[in-house]
């Protein structure tokens, strides 16, 4: 059996000058065609000019995002401390409170479990809110420990009960509080595109 030999493709003739247009940016064409060239010399060769391609038209900037000093403060004792806290004054007390994690909202709705479906739900919920939030009266803990290592639960329990026998004007606005520093932090992330809403 002889092997046939096959002789070589021609080689391929020159190929036609492409337009090609970058999706999603209208008005951005690479290589523009030889009636487009003379406008675009000065940004790019004209078309067939080997593979060196350039983009025509203005380039795309990143949005850079800046921090007020304020948020700079915010963002970092957030990223260190894990929480955001906010003070504030009622009747000349000085209020701090601080967001909320995940185990203070488990503690919350086991509290207001109790109240579900009763008129006292909503007044329930904001009494649990107010009181994991608060970190300090006029610079004393809420509670002191009942023991040298007194549990997280135990020591909600108590804040409750303390929480519980304030009126409903204070309670409402510690309770606002704890929201708006949960609030800001949210808007702080999305500005720095963190997440998103």
Do not use: W
């Amino acid at each position: 059996m002889t092997r046939r030999q096959v002789p070589p493709p021609p080689p391929p003739g020159p190929l036609p000058p492409a337009t090609p247009v970058v999706e999603g940016t209208p008005g951005l064409v690479l290589n523009p065609p030889p009636a487009e060239a003379e406008e675009s010399e000065a940004i790019g060769p004209p078309a067939g000019a080997g593979e060196d391609r350039h983009l025509v038209g203005p380039p795309i900037k990143e949005e850079e995002v800046e921090l007020s000093p304020e948020e700079q403060i915010m963002f970092a004792s957030l990223l260190t401390c894990g929480r955001r806290s906010k003070t504030l004054t009622i009747f000349d007390h000085t209020v701090v409170v601080q967001t909320l994690c995940g185990d203070d909202d488990l503690r919350i709705g086991l509290y207001a479990k109790a109240y579900a479906g009763s008129f006292g739900e909503q007044r329930a919920y904001q009494i649990a809110v107010a009181a994991a939030g608060i970190r300090t009266i006029d610079g004393k803990p809420l509670v002191q420990g009942l023991f040298d290592q007194a549990t997280d639960d135990a020591l909600f329990d108590e804040k409750v009960a303390k929480v519980a026998q304030m009126y409903p004007t204070v309670i409402n606005k510690i309770y606002r509080t704890v929201l708006e520093a949960e609030q800001e932090f949210v808007e702080l992330a999305t500005k720095l595109g963190k997440f998103n809403g």
